[in-house]
């Protein structure tokens, strides 16, 4: 099947900072990404869909200064959590609709933050 | 809007034994069905899919058919292992929600050897 990336896997920042994680379809080139996140033994919640070329769209309640998503190409996507604190410590997962298959997204691995 | 109910978990089996993990979907449109599995510090995988009424999605002897007429999509795996221990997550993606994932809450699965 298709495989989607996720860098870091895991990252530890101290509170204050900004993290940037990347999202990459290895395989098929993805118009549409989606960023999750992800609360201990919880579903997963739907942050935003990012669009290559175009201003991401963010689920209600979903704070769009404060999760910064850039789609620049058609297989990367990033999500930088600026001015991090410990609240937003999670699992972040990241999936990528294949347009051959438009009704399956591939899932990334996902990172796991944590918030000093 | 579209939603996803799913069978509470957490569900612990022998190996060997038979498994059924119910879902069922409210939907507007005309969803396409699947069911994710997601082992221990991973991201998720699909296990396997169906787009249409009285499709049965099948992987690694996992099974789950699309009834229209129940709105729903049970999962069902004749015989168990240790190694399908896992979260299983019951989804839909529907044309009227720009193809967005809805998840169910997920159910937990151990197998005890």
């Known amino acids: 099947g298709a495989v989607v990336s996720q860098h870091p896997s895991r990252v530890i920042c101290k509170s204050g900072t900004s993290v940037k994680i990347e999202c990459r379809s290895l395989d098929f080139q993805a118009t549409t990404m989606f960023w999750y996140r992800q609360f201990p033994k919880q579903s997963l919640m739907l942050m935003a869909t990012s669009n290559e070329g175009s201003k991401a769209t963010y689920e209600q309640g979903v704070e769009k200064d404060k999760f910064l998503i850039n789609h620049a190409s058609l297989t990367l996507s990033t999500l930088t959590v600026t001015s991090a604190h410990p609240e937003d410590s999670s699992f972040y997962i990241c999936s990528a609709r294949d347009p051959g298959l438009t009704d399956t997204q591939y899932f990334g691995p996902g990172t796991r933050l944590t918030v000093l | 809007g579209n939603s996803v109910t799913q069978m509470e978990g957490p569900v612990t089996l022998s190996e060997e034994a038979f498994l059924t993990i119910n879902c069922t979907y409210t939907a507007t449109g005309y969803p396409s069905l699947f069911w994710y599995v997601q082992y221990p510090g991973e991201g998720l995988q699909l296990l396997l899919k169906?787009?249409?009424?009285?499709d049965k999605g099948s992987n690694k002897g996992f099974e789950a058919t699309y009834r229209k007429e129940t709105t729903s999509f049970h999962l069902e795996k004749g015989s168990v292992q240790v190694s399908d221990s896992a979260v299983y997550f019951c989804?839909?993606?529907?044309?009227?929600?720009?193809?967005?994932?809805?998840f169910g809450s997920g159910t937990q699965l151990t197998v005890l050897p």
């Open positions: 169906a787009t249409k009424a009285d």
């Open positions: 989804a839909l993606s529907d044309l009227g929600s720009a193809r967005q994932l809805t």
